[in-house]
């Protein structure tokens, strides 16, 4: 099993099937902060290209409310920034995010033309590497993901659902028709399982049988009551190809789990992590486009 463009479209919502996040690091960010944003970039940042998700969130705390047009745009750009800072590509420290995203967020409706579900799931799969490592204390991306997709295909770590819960749910999905992953907002119970007991849940997982394991939770008739955005790249999900996202390069491998989609599993082709790409980082190489 493992998390596909499936999941990440029909969970979060995002699109997986658009152009690339990817090129040039490099970018004059005070120009990009007091352009975009009015924001003021420190000329003595210590932090590279990067900046306090705290900062912003203080800076753009309350919108005006004769505010016009433009600055109601700056606001949602702000915002956005948060969230890709802080929940979609978080880094270990979880309170910087980087100026160069701004650059894809210059026009809206330019920007529903970038694949961010790809580039999150590139960045999760690099960040579960480094976590296997036997050095790695901390993990880092979207966490999020990482647990609504083990809370819909591993039972024994999903709280309980009510059934006046799955009531508001239903009402929910009727008239707003959030993303699968929306469901999970709400207060659930989880006094069925032992809680903050590390070695029950790594013995749990260990012991996992085929038949324990929902290895489906999007049946059609799941995906036809959510919104056709949500299951509109559905066409590639279970192709095999290379997932980028700046420098990063993760191969998606679908064909090693078509269990998940309903089909039979054949022997898959094999696939080796390079190990070289693996050591590619940002560090040092602010002025290489990676788009090249």
């Known amino acids: 099993m493992t998390i596909t463009l499936q999941d990440v479209q029909i969970i979060l919502g995002l699109p997986v099937d ?58 949602a750009s702000a915002y956005i920034l948060q969230l890709l800072g802080g929940t979609l590509f978080a880094d270990k420290s979880n309170n910087f995010v980087h100026i160069t995203y701004l650059q894809f967020l210059e026009d809206f409706e330019a920007a529903e033309q970038y694949s961010w579900g790809s580039a999150t799931l590139a960045h999760l799969y690099r960040q579960l590497c480094l976590a296997s490592d036997i050095d790695g204390a901390e993990i880092a991306g979207p966490i999020i993901l990482l647990q609504l997709w083990a809370c819909d295909r591993l039972s024994f770590l999903a709280p309980i659902m009510g059934n006046v819960l799955r009531d508001i749910i239903q009402n929910e999905k009727l008239f707003s028709h959030p993303p699968f992953g929306h469901r999970w907002k709400h207060a659930l119970e989880t006094t069925r399982t032992s809680m903050h007991v590390l070695t029950k849940y790594i013995e749990m997982i260990d012991m996992q049988a085929l038949d324990e394991v929902i290895l489906e939770p999007y049946p059609e008739t799941v995906i036809g009551d959510l919104r056709a955005y949500y299951s509109s790249g559905r066409a590639i999900w279970r192709t095999r190809a290379p997932l980028l996202f700046f420098c990063v390069v993760e191969m998606y491998n679908p064909d090693r789990v078509m269990r998940q989609f309903g089909l039979r599993q054949m022997i898959p082709h094999l696939q080796s992590t390079s190990i070289q790409l693996h050591k590619i980082d940002l560090r040092g190489k602010t002025d290489k486009d990676w788009s090249a």
């Open 18 to 75: 658009e152009l690339p996040i990817t090129g040039r690091v490099e970018q004059d960010y005070k120009a990009l902060c007091l352009t975009q944003l009015r924001f003021p970039f420190l000329e003595n940042n210590r932090n590279g290209g990067r900046i306090q998700i705290r900062q912003l969130s203080r800076w753009f705390l309350n919108l005006p409310n004769n505010a016009n047009e433009v600055e109601v745009q700056r606001y």
